[in-house]
């Protein structure tokens, strides 16, 4: 049984994640990544000029510290060819980052989001500009603030936010 303590920290964090949602707004929602197909990537990257995306881990590939779905992984592979792919996760998981390695898909741990200079060394390492890319991540603040946060340079182009209104993971452009 949950403390008061533990349960008013919930009901904040609840509140807070509803202020957000008001304040922050992604470009699209989805419940998962697998709901973006080939032909909704192949459409952005058309209509928006999109040439790289950058993918969080924790909640947005994978649930808790679980490994990554199968269905998750098949998706990453079906956008090999089409976007250049960096993950960015404020995490540190080390067979994470080995699978990814294996995968010849660049990984940047422990990414401190949602400060810029890591989006911008992913946007570096993919040798794109940042309004050439497209972020997918699950947290309001951490992916979707620092694509929104008013800047004249180096503002990232679109954001995917998945889940639900409260807890969804982001796409962003």
């Known amino acids: 049984m949950k403390s008061i ?3 008013v920290a919930e009901k904040l ?3 807070v994640h509803l202020l957000l949602a008001k304040l922050i707004k992604p470009d699209f929602t989805f419940r998962s990544v697998t709901d ?3 032909t909704m990537v192949d459409e952005i990257k058309r209509k928006y000029g999109i040439e ?8 947005t590939l994978r649930k808790g510290f679980n490994d990554i779905p199968k269905s998750h992984k098949e998706w990453i592979e079906s956008l090999k060819g089409k976007l250049k792919i960096t993950i960015l996760s404020n995490g540190m998981d080390q067979v994470i980052e080995d699978y990814f390695k ?5 990984y940047i741990g422990f990414g401190m989001k949602p400060r810029k200079k890591n989006f911008i060394k992913a946007c570096q390492r993919m040798k794109v500009k940042p309004e050439q ?3 997918v991540g ?10 929104q946060k008013k800047q004249n340079e ?3 182009n679109k954001m995917i936010l998945l889940g639900t209104l409260q807890k969804s993971t982001i796409l962003s452009f």
């Open 5 to 7: 303590d533990e349960l």
């Open 13 to 15: 964090i609840d509140l």
């Open 36 to 38: 973006i197909d080939e």
């Open 52 to 59: 790289g995306i950058i993918i969080d881990v924790d909640d």
């Open 102 to 106: 294996e995968q010849g898909i660049d």
């Open 133 to 135: 890319v497209m972020v």
């Open 138 to 147: 699950d947290e309001l603040f951490q992916d979707v603030w620092r694509r």
């Open 154 to 156: 180096n503002r990232i």
